[in-house]
């Protein structure tokens, strides 16, 4: 019968059947998927995986931290941190077009981890985190020549040009199972079961012109709602509004309000809340909070935030708006 050790044994003498006593390359993300696959390899092969971290600037706060912890720290993976934030940020000076971003961050990632890689001409294999609704979208894709509103950037899309072979473990499972399997191989319960983060980050949640200033901003901003959403709970339900939603972020908005502070008046940027409840993330509702959390969030991102004096609560459907506003 199915249980999940006896799935990791057979996962596991199935990757090293395939790799041999070869290395292997994979680039991780952060996400649920690459860190559930380098886990389980890891598993398998232990120090013939090489882990590359791609910091782009774009990430939420502390995740880099984060993940060195949890992996290098905390299971002995050999990973490779690249901050890679000041190449980013100059190739997305003056760009706001939100397409033209995601192709340079796309771009730009491709480069950096193409860098790393040739550094490492041992490995035979690139890993990647693809499931199986990957799979299927993907062909899908190939035979309706999908109809696409935003260009999709995953980590995982790198390109043949490595010239090393796929090594992908998690193609047959679904999204739930990769987070059971992620939990059985130690990963920590909040991570795997973490809300998703778009390849592109903050990109795509700094409205117009990407800055590193603005960055910093978001990310304290996108901090504090986080925090709230998981410390507060239905008691109806029994659950965390970070539960009861899907997605849940704090976008930058590069327009200036006017606002007054003690005697003063003061002229800074807007921070959007938005939250989504969705079962598959091509429809969407905005979440129903509760007023007492939204004005608690509020409070905090303009008191702890210096730069922000006004946040707003996006209260549009998917459709017509899209989850991202970029
Ligand atoms: P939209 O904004 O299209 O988002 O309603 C639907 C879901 O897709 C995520 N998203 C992305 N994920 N690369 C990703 O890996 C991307 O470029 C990208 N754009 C949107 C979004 O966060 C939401 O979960």
Redesign the pocket.
Known sequence: SWTMPNYIEEAVAKIREQVGDEEVLLGLSGGVDSSVAAALIHRAIGDRLTCVFVDHGLLRLNEGQMVMDMFARGLGVKVIHVDASAEFMHHLEGVTDPEQK?KIIGREFVEVFQREAKKLDNAKWLAQGTIYPDVIESAGAKTKKAHT??S???VGGLPETLNLKLLEPLRELFKDEVRQLGVALGLPHDMVYRH?F???GLG?RILGEVKRDYADLLRRADAIFIEELRNTRDPARGKSWYELTS?AFAVFLPVKSVGVMGDGRTYEWVVALRAVVTSD?MTAHWAELPYELLGRVSNRVINEVRGINRVVYDVSG?PPA???WE
Request: no cysteine; charged share 25%; aromatic share 6%.
């Open positions: 995601r509103i935003k999709h950037h995953n998703p778009p390849g592109p795509v997605q993330f998917k899209t989850i991202e």
